[in-house]
């Protein structure tokens, strides 16, 4: 199936889906990185330069999906995002390239600040080279009591300045910021985040429903005010459900915000649907609740995806893996995933999420809070050619990213 013109320009047959489109006798065909055309075979028979494409033919039954994106994924294969270490972060981001996951920011989590802004700089190279879409913060600015793998001994109130340097050694790629809305300072966070361009995404919060719902009002109008194209007007949740108290009905919580605001179109919220961060049902429910559109299917992977059980590091955490979940050596929370994207992908469906739902929330939902909505997250003419060849059971056959295979299972 690899093409074989170089620069590449042919044509891929199979079932296409995307963003809730299915054409069973599809055809995309590339032009050099970008996708020159997505849709049925016979017409693209009648395109006057079909001809001129390298048409490969895949095996019966084949899938082929826009490349998955990640918002929230702090590494793997041993490597760590967070540590700055540069050949490391690079061996992650080659795994989760391979892996489906054609496109990801890069998570830091809370430390020393010295030390989130040189893992900021390591990473805006590799966001500059186009190996990442990105940088994510996961804090400073959260919950003393909701922290979860996050050191409490780093968390603080927000501090403009350190935001201000924060963006700066990010050289501009700093995309998404996790914070708590009842940390004081916060509604002049999200002007600030805002105004450099950054999406706000609440979490690691015990903030009330009221105080919720306040903040991503206010984060919204921030967002839809900003006159910036692209760039989207729905803040995030920062992976809904862990972070923030239970759902109660006596005290709802930010849980029961979050829902409200998502199914209305307000928000996107975040889900670890890897099936030990959330049971299957919940997530099923939420997509039944919210539809697809209002919902980022995201990894928060660390250091140990791809690889064994074992100790692992998550910034300044000694992380333990057991039976693939990932928990503090020191008090047993959950610190992170192990899965990639394409595993979350599986998981989702197994627990009865249709597949073209599923991968909405995988792609086309995730490249809006990148303001990449006209560019990737689709199988269209004029996006980027990153694409996934999947078997029925949507196990990985071959990765297109920029045109360009860089995995493919020998047959």
Excluded: W
């Excluded at 050099?32 to 997505?38: E, M, S, T, Y």
């Excluded at 999200?190 to 105080?211: F, I, K, R, W, Y």
């Amino acid at each position: 199936m690899t093409p074989s013109a170089s620069p590449a320009r042919y044509a891929l047959t199979g079932r296409l889906l995307s963003h809730g489109t299915e054409i069973t006798d599809g055809i995309v065909a590339v032009d050099g990185n970008r996708i020159a055309f997505a849709g049925n075979a016979t017409e693209f028979a009648f395109l006057e330069e079909a001809e001129s494409f390298e048409l490969l033919t895949t095996p019966e039954g084949t899938i082929i999906t826009p490349g998955l994106i990640d918002l929230h994924c702090h590494g793997a294969v041993g490597g760590d995002f967070p540590s700055g270490d540069a050949q490391a972060i690079g061996k992650a981001i080659d795994f989760l390239h391979r892996a489906g996951t054609t496109t990801l920011l890069a998570s830091l989590v809370t430390a020393d600040r010295d030390d989130m802004l040189t893992s900021a700089r390591v990473l805006a190279e590799f966001a500059e080279r186009g190996d990442i879409a990105g940088i994510h913060a996961e804090g400073p600015y959260l919950s003393d009591v909701r922290c979860g793998a996050q050191d409490p001994a780093f968390l603080s109130d927000p501090e403009p300045a350190f935001v201000d340097a924060l963006i700066e050694a990010a050289a501009g790629q700093l995309r998404t910021m996790t914070y708590a809305p009842e940390r004081q300072g916060s509604d002049a966070l999200l002007e600030q985040l805002v105004s450099q361009g950054v999406v706000p995404s609440l979490g690691h919060t015990d903030a009330d429903a009221t105080a919720v719902t306040s903040s991503l009002e206010l984060a919204r109008e921030e967002l839809g005010s900003a006159g910036v194209d692209g760039f989207t007007e729905r803040p995030t949740v920062t992976h809904l459900f862990n972070g923030m108290p239970s759902l109660h009905h006596r005290s709802p919580g930010p849980v029961a915000a979050c829902l409200e605001l998502a199914a209305a179109d307000k928000i996107i919220v975040e889900l670890i649907a890897d099936g030990v961060h959330l049971d299957p049902v919940t997530v099923r429910t939420v997509f039944n609740l919210v539809g697809a559109d209002s919902i980022a299917l995201v990894t928060d992977s660390m250091a140990a995806a791809g690889l064994v059980d074992g100790d692992y590091a998550l910034g300044p955490a000694q992380v333990t893996v057991a039976n693939g979940e990932a928990r503090l050596a020191s008090n047993g929370s959950l610190a992170g995933g192990t899965a990639t994207m394409l595993d979350v992908l599986r998981s989702t469906v197994a627990g009865g999420v249709p597949l073209s739902e599923a991968l909405t929330s995988a792609t086309k939902v995730p490249a809006e809070v990148l303001g990449l909505v006209d560019e990737a997250g689709q199988l269209h003419q004029g996006f980027v050619a990153d694409l996934l060849l999947l078997d029925e059971n949507l196990n990985l056959m071959q990765v297109i990213r920029n045109g360009e295979t860089i995995y493919e299972v020998s047959v």
